[in-house]
């Protein structure tokens, strides 16, 4: 049975146990062979590190191993990749938030969507939102920053609607 080509942003399990994060296929300058960039995603411990592929693929030396628990020296971890599908999906949800906020051209309705999201809104939104209205925040916590966000809307709707545009 031939193993497919590690892709970036997969983890792998080392038959010892440490878990890693393919960061890209590279070809070796000296050989012209195929090798895994990949580090560690252990806590503590960022080190980068280059293998072979055809090493990074191959089985485990039961001889020299008997009590390894995996067949090969590195196996994809399915239920890491799930979560981190998920955790794209988390922030895909975000940045659709953020881009529909971008979208509105009246302060009104910027202020209807925040009341009508607050539930939606994280501190990544409050940055992109606060930014592109040229709004300095400065509280800390997210509900701080929600309100003073809102407080804001409301004075410039208040002293800028008798405004000529």
């Given at each position: 049975m031939e193993r497919r080509i590690p892709r970036?942003?997969?983890?792998?399990?080392?038959?010892?146990?440490?878990?890693?994060?393919?960061?890209?296929?590279?070809?070796?300058?000296?050989?012209?062979?195929?090798?895994?960039?990949?580090?560690?995603?252990?806590?503590?411990?960022?080190?980068?590190?280059?293998?072979?592929?055809?090493?990074?693929?191959?089985?485990?030396?039961?001889?020299?191993?008997?009590?390894?628990?995996?067949?090969?020296?590195?196996?994809?971890?399915?239920?890491?990749?799930?979560?981190?599908?998920?955790?794209?999906?988390?922030?895909?949800?975000?940045?659709?938030?953020?881009?529909?906020?971008l979208e509105l051209e009246e302060d009104e309705d910027r202020l209807r969507f925040l009341q009508s999201h607050q539930t939606q809104i994280d501190s990544r939104f409050l940055t992109a939102a606060a930014e592109s209205m040229e709004f300095v925040e400065n509280g800390e916590s997210v509900e701080e920053r929600f309100a003073a966000l809102v407080r804001f809307l409301r004075t410039k709707i208040k002293y800028e609607s008798g405004r000529l545009r």
């Amino acid at each position: 049975m031939e193993r497919r080509i590690p892709r970036a942003g997969e983890i792998y399990r080392h038959f010892k146990g440490k878990k890693y994060k393919v960061l890209s296929i590279a070809t070796c300058t000296e050989t012209g062979e195929d090798m895994v960039i990949f580090e560690s995603v252990e806590e503590g411990d960022k080190n980068v590190y280059a293998s072979f592929l055809e090493a990074f693929l191959s089985p485990v030396d039961t001889k020299k191993y008997p009590q390894a628990d995996q067949g090969y020296r590195f196996m994809l971890c399915r239920d890491m990749q799930e979560s981190s599908a998920a955790r794209l999906r988390r922030q895909g949800s975000r940045t659709a938030l953020i881009l529909q906020f971008l979208e509105l051209e009246e302060d009104e309705d910027r202020l209807r969507f925040l009341q009508s999201h607050q539930t939606q809104i994280d501190s990544r939104f409050l940055t992109a939102a606060a930014e592109s209205m040229e709004f300095v925040e400065n509280g800390e916590s997210v509900e701080e920053r929600f309100a003073a966000l809102v407080r804001f809307l409301r004075t410039k709707i208040k002293y800028e609607s008798g405004r000529l545009r």
